[in-house]
């Protein structure tokens, strides 16, 4: 007499056969079904579509792009993150450290953009005598516009801070720069952020410069914790002349904050991971 257990043993057996043949039975539909082969195939090109399309996308500047760029300049000013618990004034924010490159010389700046949104820049200056000419005429007026807003907006105390610092120590925390030499600003928005992204980004200034003769170029970089060490701008190509500690974050960051002058020599190490 077969037992209960083996009983059902079997029986799941050739339940398991049967469901085999089906399994195999609806595969071999799908195959001679060409609205399944068409179906399946779209799939697999809408998917690829969608990588390529998010993709980085390193393209030149053009005025639409203007707004953005500042968007993310006020998005990026306090290491990274939004300006806004230190300084509230986002327009002159952006104004002083974007106004000359997108109004005055768009020509060397280029931006990424991902998914069809700008989500980082890379901002240039290859005439120093012009921006020093236009930071002569137009610093007055932005100086203006912030003391005004001091006394008259008025302006929380946390951005009543930045300004005095900006007054009192902001030159002073400055490192000293070449003269006559080009020099670029580079933010990206933290989703944007990566190796592959960054070094398409500068690459494409660096190699605007080469393209007009430029043989230097410089930026000022700010560094922190365990960010962007010294050993991080020689394995790129660059040199370290100076730094000098930051303290504006002082109240709102635990680490100290420094900003490097670092300048590449364009004949030796044309790209940024050139050797």
């Not at 991902?114 to 930071?135: L, M, N, Q, S, T």
């Not at 010294?230 to 100290?256: D, M």
């Amino acid at each position: 007499m077969v037992s209960l257990k083996t009983l059902l043993k079997q029986v799941f057996k050739i339940a398991g056969k049967v469901f085999k043949i089906i399994r195999m039975k609806r595969l071999q539909h799908n195959m001679d079904d060409p609205s399944s082969l068409i179906n399946l195939t779209a799939n697999k090109e809408i998917n690829l579509e969608e990588k390529k399309y998010k993709e980085p996308i390193i393209r030149k500047f053009c005025p639409q792009d203007r707004e953005a760029v500042r968007k993310i300049c006020a998005d990026t000013g306090f290491l990274g993150k939004p300006i806004d618990p230190i300084f509230e004034d986002r327009e002159l924010f952006a104004d002083f450290l974007t106004r000359y490159y997108t109004d005055m010389e768009p020509e060397s700046a280029f931006v990424c953009e991902i998914d069809g949104e700008v989500v980082g820049y890379i901002i240039g200056c290859c005439k120093p005598k012009v921006k020093f000419w236009y930071d002569l005429w137009v610093s007055p007026y932005l100086l203006f516009k912030v003391m005004f807003r001091y006394f008259f907006k008025p302006y929380k105390p946390s951005t009543k801070k930045y300004i005095h610092w900006l007054l009192f120590f902001g030159r002073k925390q400055t490192p000293p720069a070449p003269k006559n030499c080009p020099h670029f600003h580079i933010n990206l928005l933290p989703k944007a952020k990566s190796p592959t992204t960054t070094r398409k980004l500068i690459d494409s200034f660096l190699s605007y410069l080469l393209s007009r003769g430029y043989s230097q170029v410089y930026g000022q970089i700010v560094v922190f914790g365990e960010r962007r060490k010294p050993a991080l701008f020689h394995r790129f190509g660059f040199q370290v002349l100076n730094s000098i500690e930051v303290t504006k974050y002082k109240e709102y960051y635990h680490s100290k904050v420094f900003l490097y002058t670092v300048i590449k020599d364009l004949k030796k190490t044309p790209l940024l991971y050139s050797k």
